[in-house]
């Protein structure tokens, strides 16, 4: 049989409760804290993994980057292949244009903006003719008769050969004023005696 407490008796009943009720309360704020420390955990784990994405995207994005600046510079380098080729057709069409009968090239070399060729023809009056028909396109610029020299084939049959330094501009240029033409003719040097056609 429980004894009851005697009048001015010290209680322990309140205290014992108020010891629970104090631990249950540290029980909960542990377990609380136990679970937001394990969300925030989990957040942290969720955020790395998103960063890890995030770094791969990035990673995607440079090598798109390092792919287009490619893509540019191989577009560049066939634009200017294009352009060189269609340069070279325009050229070689109006050589052809100015050749007249009896001459022909034999080799052509560009340095820079200048070009050279060299070729043969049957007499001075044909590499004049040629000289006269490149000076009168707009194309050619800077023309120059270089060496011509007389040699003898096989055959006995007497043959000059030439060289000539131009500038080609597909755009073509400002027209020379006739005095201008007259005094550029060409300066033709030959190791013998001039020949007619």
């Known amino acids: ?17 108020i010891l629970i009720l104090v631990a249950l309360l540290v ?9 937001e420390s394990k969300a925030l955990a989990e957040e942290v784990v969720q955020k ?7 770094e791969g995207a990035r990673e995607k994005v440079r090598e798109l980057e390092r792919f287009k600046e490619e893509y540019t510079i191989k577009v560049e380098q066939i634009k200017k292949l294009k352009q060189n080729q269609s340069l070279l ?13 009896g001459a022909w090239y034999e080799t052509l070399d560009q340095k820079g903006g200048e070009i050279s060729l060299t070729g043969k023809a049957r007499s001075i009056k044909t590499i004049s ?4 028909k490149m000076v009168s396109l707009e194309q050619f ?7 011509v020299k007389q040699i003898n084939t096989r055959g006995g049959e007497e043959v000059y050969d030439f ?18 033409v007259a005094q550029a003719g060409p300066a033709v040097g030959s190791g013998s005696p001039s020949r007619g056609a």
């Open 141 to 147: 610029t800077n023309v120059l008769m270089g060496e």
């Open 129 to 132: 003719s040629l000289y006269d």
């Open 27 to 35: 029980f909960a704020w542990g377990a609380w804290k136990t679970m």
């Open 89 to 101: 057709v325009s050229l070689m069409n109006h050589l052809v244009e100015v050749l007249p009968e």
């Open 163 to 180: 060289k000539m330094t131009f500038t080609f501009v597909p755009e073509g240029k400002e027209p020379q004023a006739e005095g201008d």
């Open 48 to 54: 790395q993994t998103e960063l890890k994405k995030y």
């Open 1 to 17: 049989m429980a004894m009851a407490p005697s009048e001015g008796g010290f209680n322990p009943w309140p205290h014992l409760a």
